[in-house]
């Protein structure tokens, strides 16, 4: 093994204590989301250029590279926030050029962001509720009276907020505004929000960026939980790669917009192209 290859070799080794994940049936499943052939151009710059992979139905699927690789802009075009100058999202085999953020919210995408975009004067509570917007059947007049239907459906609501509130272990700051926790429990509260729109498919963009040991193993752990619990399929960019390796069933590479790896942890952790990406040619 040369020099480079070994040092991957160990820095691409689980080194978080994250929780290990394994979901085989999600291997074998049929792919809930499929990018095809997508490309993103910003002017005369090449941001992806004819990226395709797939998401399956159950499992964690990671999107990794070095920075300016395109990773968010990727995930910006799976949810609409970007529209990819050629190529397709398929969702559920539905092929889109298009996925506008409404309609793939409606479709069961939820979203975290690599900086946290909560409302920061409202408390943790307000801003888990929030993501019960879509679930709401009520008209704007019967939510102000609350009676009948629209208090029951609140009292629903509330409920599932409260159980994403003891899932995530925040219920001692559940009354707190938001701008006054510290910053690993705002990521925590945001990815409470993202799970109150009970998504199929969670987009986790760098979820850990900014925390120390103890907050990640935390984070890794409601990942995991979030994914074997409640089903939900999740796509996350983190740069920690001992948790990408300890969290992933499936990794996608990046590198200057290009797809250069695909495959388990195992298999991407020895490819050369990551290597080099990574660590750079020793020669």
């Not at 990794?64 to 190529?87: Q, V």
């Not at 409404?102 to 888990?128: C, E, P, W």
């Not at 629903?156 to 009354?175: G, P, S, T």
């Not at 960019?237 to 917009?257: A, P, T, Y």
Request: aromatic share 4%; net charge positive; with cysteine.
């Amino acid at each position: 093994m040369t020099g480079n290859a070994a040092s991957l070799a160990m820095s691409l080794a689980p080194m978080a204590p994250a929780m290990a994940h394994v979901a085989p049936a999600a291997l074998a499943s049929k792919p809930l989301l499929a990018v095809e052939n997508v490309s993103l151009r910003f002017g005369g710059v090449k941001a992806l250029s004819d990226v395709s992979f797939d998401i399956r139905a159950g499992e964690i699927r990671a999107i990794i590279g070095p920075n300016g690789a395109g990773k968010t802009s990727m995930l910006n075009c799976i949810n609409g926030f970007y529209r990819p100058s050629s190529g397709h999202v398929a969702l559920d085999g539905v092929r889109h050029r298009h996925l506008r953020p409404s309609l793939a919210a409606r479709n069961g995408i939820a979203r975290t962001f690599q900086n946290v975009a909560l409302f920061k004067g409202m408390t943790t509570l307000d801003n888990i509720m929030t993501g019960r917007a879509l679930k709401i059947r009520s008209s704007f007049l019967r939510q102000l009276v609350r009676h009948g239907a629209a208090l029951r459906e609140e009292i629903e609501h509330r409920r599932k907020v409260e159980e994403i509130i003891d899932f995530l272990e925040i219920q001692a700051i559940r009354k707190t505004p938001v701008g006054k926790l510290p910053y690993g429990l705002q990521k925590r509260v945001e990815l409470g929000r993202a799970l109150a729109m009970e998504p199929r498919l969670l987009l986790l963009d760098e979820p850990m960026a900014g925390m120390n040991l103890e907050e990640k193993e935390d984070m890794s752990r409601f990942i995991v939980e979030a994914n074997q619990a409640f089903g939900t399929t999740i796509t996350l960019i983190e740069h920690d790669i001992g948790v990408v390796m300890n969290l992933s069933d499936r990794i996608v590479v990046l590198n200057h917009g290009c797809k250069i790896a695909d495959g388990t942890p195992e298999e991407v952790r020895c490819n050369p192209q990551v290597i080099d990406a990574y660590l750079g040619s020793g020669e």
